[in-house]
């Protein structure tokens, strides 16, 4: 090669060493000796000539390989004014319109362009929440490009199930554990069982864990096993399981007591009228048996007697349909039942705990209803439309944890007086949630809101909340309307 | 106005503006929104009491706004223009134009007219010739000098550039900047960009240094030389050539398609670069305009659009450089070239045109039906003889283009510079993608 005589010369320099005169260039070159100058020219003519020559003479090189052809896309593919949008979202890393932009696209059914799938799967590397969305939202295309680049590969593998689980790496064994305990509970328990004592106490808790779904008396066996697991917490999660298994030999102890403790009596009223009570027996105390599966013996809250406090606790594990089923109670009849009793305030809470574990519809609805009893967590329990109507008892003490169940997956328009009411607190505390959190709310907030949302922005006062409050108002104006330029 | 959003979006200096923009473009920020012929403008309510005036020049393009952003064009003026483009219906369309609209705009054209009337002054051509003699002479004296120094670098041999990268050509640079050879200042700059870090810098460098020294040897030797070369070798030394004489030489009057709009800053320069290819001539031509600080740029053309102009090229030889004498808009079209589908026949232009010309910088090409390759974590051009050459976009811009194309074949438009090969458009009937 011509250049490499030129680049040894260039790197010592023509003092140490001076280029071998090119075959190739045997004309050039002998005209170039033949100058009468200083060797530095001579080198110098020499190089250019030599490298000009090389890089002139360069052919095509052979790249003999093909890749195959994406797949067609079968879905529809988002409109350009999306595509821009999405584009931007991206750029700016703005997560709360992206967000939107992917519900939209799951919901109508579509793919995003070609042209941003490179920005949508290096997104889902760096954000886990958004990253199965991203890469649904990618179609064939992105399957195809996926399958070419080594860091996102990952999102479209489904090859051997088997070899995931045992050489996948954690979110991989996360992610097939999950998807197999959904369709085959009992398959998920052969595989922990295979894997349970190799594994370290960290990974142990984490695909413990995953068996809340579908958890079932099958599991029963399983969690035994481990209900002596060295590691304090693994051994806690088994039994905390355990306890809220209906039918388990501990669930049973648990509702075994509570048979015994809890009576309905009749009460004569006023001398006439027969009324059913509930009555809790103090005097008969718990097996000792109890206390090992982490019931507290003794209460630590002043006024509370240790029985009330035990009766409550066993309450929390106890599924209400099965309760009410054993006493012969509706479910209404039971909680009315509870709510006459005269250490009710004390008793409400575990019944709350209990209607959230068993997801009690019913129980949940009547507790909501009552003001002293009302947990937000029962919201969790309720449809997102029956829930709407107990938001509005949170407003003031519980905005922040509120706007966790407000601001749901659906984007479904809140109820104009909702939004009033929701608008009027942030107004007067505007600083509660940030801007991001703004963002996401305008997207629910109903377009009649606007003229509010309008005098909001407007407002000549030059109070600093105000003004805060007056950005943000506008910010969400510009949500609603970008929204609706979308719709 | 028949701008789309995308374009608009492209007019922002940095993506902060362009996200910034798109935030006022709601009809809740705006108190007052118009448009006539000759411009946009509005007011736009921020966080203080007053609200800032914006105002678009319409026939030349140029933005003003009240507001104390430094950034050109500023928020509210994309706001603006963004808010025009997605719903036009908002705008209350008057032929009258408020004072301060009015007043902005004859400024405007008030010093486009005593432009033209400076340009118009007439020159003492005998002080011109004294200037550029003298001028002449320093040139000489900073090619001499050179010349010594490039052959000091060789002679000492250059394994130890690495180590001193920053003062080497520091000193020399400067130098032919004093000697008003600003031509051969640019030339030195460009061993700045060489990655010392990456094997092959040793031949970018000697390749550079030689080059430039054949420079100066052509130089000194111009009376041997064609008219068209010299030339090409003053506009290399730094002589530039006046705008308006540009103008006088013959046109070329063509659809002209905009192939690709890149832009760079360098010490507060912007050099922007617009490709336009002729339809007819089947010719390149090359729109070079520097923007020194929050300058804009004075046109309205966007990558992807085509324009019936006339364009007048750079005295040189196998000229590119041009500038764009009269242009009208055309509606959108789809970019349907006809061009080689052998990449060897890329090879062949590269060869002829350095043949021609050894210091040509630049060497666009078009290609049809082509792929674009990944194999062994590198990235390909290839035909369908399965010839091609590595391509040197950065991988995220590769990993673009192969989403773009889906392993299908497409049409592309790329430059060759420095012994490499960057895409800049690819497109697949009227499917386009602008790399850069």
Redesign the interface.
């Known amino acids: 090669m011509i250049a490499n005589e030129i680049l040894k010369t260039a790197l010592l320099g023509t003092d140490k060493h001076m280029p071998q005169a090119s075959s190739l260039l045997q004309e050039t070159g002998t005209k170039l000796n033949a100058l009468q100058t200083d060797k530095e020219d001579r080198f110098l003519k020499t190089a250019i000539t030599s490298l000009l020559f090389e890089e002139a003479g360069k052919t095509a090189i052979s790249v003999n390989h093909s890749m195959p052809e994406c797949e067609e896309e079968t879905l529809p593919i988002i409109s350009e004014g999306l595509a821009t949008l999405m584009d931007l979202a991206f750029k700016g890393n703005d997560e709360v319109l992206l967000g939107y932009y992917l519900y939209l696209i799951h919901k109508n059914k579509q793919v995003i362009t070609a042209k941003l799938i490179p920005s949508a799967l290096n997104k889902a590397l760096e954000n886990k929440k958004l990253a199965t969305t991203l890469v649904n939202a990618c179609g064939k295309t992105g399957e195809w490009l996926g399958a070419l680049n080594d860091n996102w590969r990952k999102f479209f593998e489904k090859s051997q199930e088997d070899d995931l689980w045992e050489t996948g790496n954690l979110e991989q064994r996360k992610a097939h554990l999950v998807e197999v305990r959904q369709n085959d509970a009992a398959k998920a328990i052969e595989l922990l069982t295979a894997i349970f004592p190799s594994e370290n106490a960290a990974n142990r808790l984490m695909f413990l864990e995953q068996l809340q779904i579908n958890l079932s008396l099958a599991d029963e066996p399983f969690l035994l096993s481990i209900s002596k697991d060295k590691s304090q917490k693994v051994k806690e999660t088994a039994i905390n399981m355990l306890r809220t298994i209906q039918g388990t030999s501990i669930n049973r102890l648990y509702l075994d007591h509570l048979l015994r403790v809890l009576s309905i009596k009749e009460e004569r009223h006023l001398l006439i009228a027969k009324k059913k009570v509930l009555d809790i027996n103090k005097d008969i105390l718990p097996d000792e048996e109890i206390f090992n599966t982490g019931i507290e013996k003794v209460s630590s809250v002043k006024g509370v007697d240790d029985y009330i406090h035990i009766t409550g606790q066993l309450l929390s594990y106890i599924d209400p349909i099965v309760l009410a089923k054993q006493l012969g109670l509706s479910l209404e009849e039971l909680l009315q039942m509870f709510f006459q009793h005269k250490r009710s305030n004390q008793l409400i809470p575990f019944l709350a705990k209990s209607a959230v574990l068993f997801k009690n519809e019913t129980w949940a609805a009547i507790l909501l209803q009552h003001h002293e009893y009302r947990d937000l967590n029962l919201l969790a329990v309720l449809p997102a439309q029956d829930r709407l109507n107990f938001y509005q008892h949170f407003i003031e003490n519980q905005m922040q944890n509120l706007l966790n169940y407000v601001l749901e997956d659906e984007y479904h328009i809140l109820p104009i007086k909702l939004a009033e009411q929701l608008l009027a607190y942030l107004a007067k505390n505007p600083y509660q949630i940030t801007l991001p959190t703004y963002q996401r709310f305008a997207l629910q907030l109903p377009n009649e809101i606007l003229d509010k949302l309008q005098r909001y922005s407007g407002n000549p006062s030059e109070d600093y909340q105000v003004r805060y409050f007056k950005t943000k108002a506008s910010e969400m104006v510009r949500m609603i309307e970008l929204r609706n330029n979308i719709s | 106005m028949h701008y789309t ?2 374009q608009v ?1 492209k007019l922002a200096p940095d ?2 503006s ?2 910034a923009g ?2 006022l ?5 705006w108190v007052t929104k118009n448009i006539n012929s000759r411009a946009l403008w509005g007011d736009c ?1 921020g ?1 203080g ?1 007053t609200p800032y005036k914006t105002i678009i020049d319409l026939e030349n393009i140029a933005f003003k706004c009240s507001c104390p952003s430094r950034k050109f064009p500023c928020k509210h003026g994309l706001g603006l223009m963004l808010f025009y483009t ?1 719903d036009p219906s908002a705008f209350n369309t008057t032929a009258e134009l408020p004072a301060h609209v009015a007043e902005w705009l004859d400024k405007r054209a008030e010093k486009e007219i005593s432009k033209v009337q400076k340009e118009d002054k007439p020159v003492d051509e005998l002080a011109k010739q004294k200037r550029s003699a003298a001028r002449e002479k320093k040139v000489e004296a900073g090619i001499a000098e050179l010349r010594a120094w ?2 000091d670098v ?6 130890n550039v690495p180590q001193q990268i920053y003062q080497f050509n520091q000193h020399i640079t400067a130098r032919m900047v004093d000697a008003q050879a600003g031509g051969l200042a640019t030339q030195l700059r460009q061993i700045n960009k060489i990655n010392f870090y990456q094997d092959g810098w ?2 970018l ?3 550079r ?3 430039i ?2 420079l100066t ?1 052509a130089y000194n030797n111009v009376e041997k030389l064609p008219i068209a070369m010299v030339k090409e070798l003053q506009t290399l030394i730094g002589w530039t050539t006046a705008k308006e004489d540009v103008l006088l030489g013959s046109e070329v009057n063509d659809i002209w398609i905009i192939l690709s709009i890149t832009t760079n800053e360098e010490a507060n320069i912007t050099t922007e670069r617009i490709w336009l290819y002729g339809k007819e001539s089947k010719s390149f031509a090359l729109v070079l305009s520097f923007y020194a600080g929050n300058q804009l740029p004075q046109h309205l053309l966007f990558s992807g659009i085509q324009i019936d102009a006339a364009i007048v090229y750079f005295p040189g030889l196998l000229p590119l450089r041009a500038l764009i004498k009269t242009q009208q808009a055309l509606p959108q079209q789809a970019m349907d070239l006809k061009a080689s589908i052998a ?2 026949d ?2 062949e232009l ?2 002829q045109q ?2 021609q010309n ?1 210091f040509l910088a630049q060497i666009p090409f078009i290609l049809n039906e082509v ?1 674009i ?3 062994d974590s590198k990235w ?1 051009l ?2 369908q003889q ?5 391509i040197a976009n950065p991988d ?1 811009e590769a ?2 283009m ?3 194309t ?3 074949s497409c049409a592309c438009f790329g430059i060759y510079e420095d ?1 490499q090969f960057h895409l800049h458009t690819l497109w697949i009937k009227d499917q386009i ?1 602008f790399v850069k």
């Open positions: 959003r995308d979006l993506d902060a362009a996200k798109q935030q473009a709601t009809n809740a920020k309510q966080s009491k997605q490039i052959k060789v002679r000492g041999g250059i394994m040793q031949r460098l000697i390749k240094l030689s080059l020294y054949l040897e990449i060897s890329v090879y590269i060869t350095l043949s050894p792929n390759i990944f194999k390909f290839s035909d399965q010839e091609g050459f590595e995220a990993w673009d192969l989403a773009f889906k392993g299908k012994e993608f």
